[in-house]
């Protein structure tokens, strides 16, 4: 029967005005402010946690020593999955929770988690598996599918050499003898860790980007809140817990107290490099060969590019300077030029993106052979860490800890995050509103329902319709919004993460930045020699970025 009234699950979650996040404002609420739990790291686990506790009715503060999801949460394979290889490894259980998970985000987040089926070929030889391993391969399938696959509404398929190459016509028909396709989601992962910080906003939390918690404060043996810097303010805020979830950084600083032992992280560097999508015309994700390694590659298309990935090995270096190699670039090039009938060189490179995941292991062994658990744990002065897992899991990362910092403080509240709007996700119809196509598309996979406040300012202002790059899609009214919503601080801030102009694109958006710091100027109210600042520091980070990735570094 049709409803009698609105549901107040989704009207509370669409508002008449966009939610404003002034950064004077939030700074005054983080400096000398008394909060239940402030959480350390602005990633997609950090993120989450702050929406979970905020949900839950307590004071909370989220801080980010850079900007949301600068580190490892907008370098990911942007997939949503169970992950087929964990089965592999005899890690159903992980399989299945993630499958859970990701229905989950299908329908908190639809604006931002959309279906993404997988294709396999089956090749006479030198294929991801031999082909006399294809039935046992199609029962990987079916328990993949019974974990939880099923969720989506659609089970895989067998393919003949023609329904694959309707798929990915560059594939090499010669070695090719069918395939197969099943179903996973993908996500832009900057913006869905954007939309969870803001999200928590959204339900009474403080989140501040451009704050670095230098110290965890401790009174009486117990942690009492933090000291952070914010540009060249140190401020101070008490809390009765401390929740760090800084992923990889954990390597480098943990935050505990004295005697107490930190878990081992051994960060996992992973690379995809861009390539303009008619290079390859797939319209899925395709699983590709990759010579000589026993694992295997894959390629998106992500509009008019496609994303190559990933590698999985053991990185020591720098985390806040990791990059895309010449050697790692050959090695995902290769592997396309192997499986697919492309004429593609270094030089036809659009953009690269390279980061580490934060795996809780003792030396030894590969990296991709690793489990991707997660672990929390409690430190008896209070301090709650949270670290591993996947993007896919990070809601249920969330919850665990959000139990363990309200165990501390002796309190109890429910979990609300299962079923949870993010905003701009309640009454949003992806499918409607993908198939009008156009800039009511582009705009909604992005903004979902908010996605009228980005129009409002074109309406206000007509010239802002101009493309931030040219051959992107888009819009000089998405930095206005971007800084006047989402709290983007930088010129960076807009072409790596509230658009993705510099993956897709990265020449381009530098010859873009002084554009782009003008808009934030007038926004901002910027000095011009700090907008120049930002310019110059955009366009070396990129330079650099290219030396490496080209071999000149």
């Known amino acids: 029967m049709p409803a009698r009234r609105p549901a107040s699950a989704r009207a509370r979650m669409v508002s008449d005005a966009p939610l404003r996040l002034d950064r004077a404002e939030q700074l005054a609420h983080l400096d000398g402010g ?4 402030i959480v350390v790291g602005g990633g997609v686990t950090g993120a989450y946690t702050a929406m979970d506790a905020a949900l839950r009715g307590f004071r909370v503060a989220l801080l980010e020593k850079d900007d949301f999801a600068s580190g490892t949460s907008s370098k990911s394979s942007k997939m949503i999955h169970g992950g087929l290889r964990y089965i592999e490894q005899g890690n159903l259980a992980l399989v299945r929770h993630s499958l859970l998970e990701r229905q989950r985000l299908r329908k908190n987040a639809r604006h931002l988690v959309q279906r993404l089926p997988f294709l396999f070929p089956v090749l006479s030889h030198n294929g991801v598996f031999d082909r006399r391993l294809a039935a046992g391969f199609e029962s990987l399938l ?3 599918d019974l974990a939880g696959g099923w969720r989506e509404g659609i089970l895989h398929q067998k393919l003949t050499k023609n329904e694959v190459l309707s798929h990915c016509p560059t594939f090499k028909a010669e070695h090719l003898d069918g395939g197969f396709l099943y179903y996973d989601a993908r996500a832009d992962d900057a913006r869905l860790t954007l939309a969870l910080a803001r999200t928590a906003a959204f339900h009474g939390a403080t989140v501040l980007n451009g704050a670095r918690v230098a110290e965890v404060t401790r009174q009486g043996g117990k942690v009492s809140g933090v000291v952070a810097e914010v540009g060249n303010r140190q401020v101070r805020a008490r809390a009765g817990v401390v929740v760090l979830a800084t992923g990889v950084w954990l390597r480098d600083w943990s935050g505990a107290g004295k005697d107490v032992e930190v878990p081992n992280i051994r960060p996992a560097k992973g690379v995809h490099i861009a390539v ?35 590698t999985d090995e053991d990185y020591r270096g720098d985390l806040d300077d990791v990059n895309c190699t010449r050697e790692e670039r050959d090695f995902l090039l290769d592997g396309a030029r192997t499986a697919l009938n492309i004429d593609i060189e270094p030089q036809d490179v659009l953009g690269s993106i390279a980061g580490c995941r934060p795996l809780v292991a003792p030396p030894g062994g590969k990296t991709v052979e690793l489990k991707r658990n997660h672990e929390v744990r409690t430190d008896p002065d209070g301090l709650v860490t949270v670290v591993g897992g996947k993007l896919t899991t990070a809601r249920h990362m969330a919850e665990q800890t959000v139990d363990a910092a309200q165990a501390v403080l002796g309190r109890k509240g429910r979990c609300r995050t299962k079923s949870a709007y993010l905003l701009g996700a309640a009454g949003y119809d992806p499918e409607a509103i993908v198939a009008s196509g156009g ?37 000089e009214a998405e930095v206005v919004y971007a800084a006047r919503h989402e709290l983007a601080r930088s010129v960076d801030d807009i072409l790596s993460r509230r658009t993705r102009a510099r993956i897709m694109a990265r020449d381009a958006s530098a010859a873009s930045a002084e554009r782009v710091g003008e808009l934030l100027m007038k926004e901002l109210d910027l000095p011009r020699s700090e907008v120049a600042d930002q310019v110059a520091h955009y366009r070396l980070q990129t330079a650099h970025e290219r030396a490496i990735l080209m071999g000149d570094k």
Request: charged content about 20%; hydrophobic content about 35%; aromatic content about 12%.
């Open 439 to 475: 800039l009511a598309s582009h705009l909604g996979e992005r903004y979902g329902t908010e996605a009228r406040f980005v129009t409002d300012i074109l309406a206000q202002d007509p010239t802002l319709g101009r493309p931030i790059v040219e051959g992107l899609p888009y819009l």
């Open 34 to 37: 008394d909060f239940d739990i």
């Open 276 to 310: 303009p999508w008619s290079k390859i015309r797939n319209d899925c994700t395709v699983t590709i060969p990759v010579p000589g390694r026993n694992r295997r590659a894959t390629i998106t298309r992500w509009g008019n590019t496609a994303y190559l990935g990933t």
């Open 142 to 144: 079916w328990t993949y």
